[in-house]
């Protein structure tokens, strides 16, 4: 059965506030750099005190030696969910995963900010941003990682060649479009096979949040 996510892109008053109102749920809840730091860290502790998963979506991308030591500390934390750059290369995804232990390691492909500008910012000589990230995508697979983050568009075929875990941002129950560039509704993610849906604002802004968490714990079928 797919997970549901909630991003916490939230300032720290609220973040606390919002895993109050939903830890009742069978949710995941995700925590950026942003309100890493503002917590100090302690909204970590806060979402494991719940019961619930922790999603740490740091996108590491340093030395191979720095980014284990990092996964090390995040184990200890119990983090579930730990996020790194697929573009770090296979000796850095490797030596993450030797340190992982249970932990998911989620490799992040070509962030969703980028075009084919960016394929020849790199030199890389593939023609669409798709095929890149699909070339990304078996790399994480073949380095040992656990899952990718991508766009429902692409679940089928990420799933197809590499069978791994995928995290699926872009999900819109509203028709709001905001700063994503493709979007797509939760049954269509469920239906390409998507094993993580991530939802920040339409569950936040929301005037009702445990409404719409429950008619997408629904379409996951919790
Ligand atoms: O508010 P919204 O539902 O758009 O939030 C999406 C979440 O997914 C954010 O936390 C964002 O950082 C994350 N994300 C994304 N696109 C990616 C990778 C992660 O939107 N390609």
Do not use: W
Not at 14 to 28: E, Q
Not at 70 to 89: F, I, K, M, P, R
Not at 191 to 219: F, H, N, T
């Amino acid at each position: 059965m797919p997970k549901l996510c909630v991003a916490l892109d939230l300032d720290e008053d609220r973040a606390y506030r919002l895993v109050d109102l939903l830890s009742d749920y069978p949710l995941v809840f995700k925590v950026g750099p942003k309100l890493f730091i503002q917590s100090r860290g302690k909204i970590l502790g806060y979402v494991k005190e719940k019961g619930r998963e922790l999603f740490l979506d740091m996108k590491f991308h340093d030395i191979p030696n720095t980014v284990s030591l990092a996964v090390e500390e995040s184990v200890t934390l119990g983090v579930d969910y730990l996020t790194l750059h697929t573009l770090g290369g296979e000796e850095m995804l490797r030596t993450a995963v030797e340190a992982k232990r249970d932990l998911k390691l989620i490799g992040v492909t070509v962030l969703t900010s980028h075009d084919e500008s960016y394929l020849s910012f790199l030199k890389t000589g593939f023609k669409s941003v798709e095929e890149f990230a699909l070339y990304l995508a078996e790399i994480a697979h073949a380095s040992g990682l656990d899952g990718v983050v991508c766009s429902a568009g692409e679940v089928r075929r990420i799933k197809e060649r590499t069978g791994l875990f995928t995290v699926v941002p872009g999900i819109r129950v509203s028709g709001r479009r905001g700063d994503q560039r493709r979007v797509y509704p939760p049954e269509f993610a469920v239906k390409e096979g998507a094993d993580m849906l991530v939802m920040g604002r339409d569950i936040y802004e929301s005037d009702d949040p445990r409404g719409v968490v429950e008619r997408v714990l629904e379409v996951v079928g919790a």
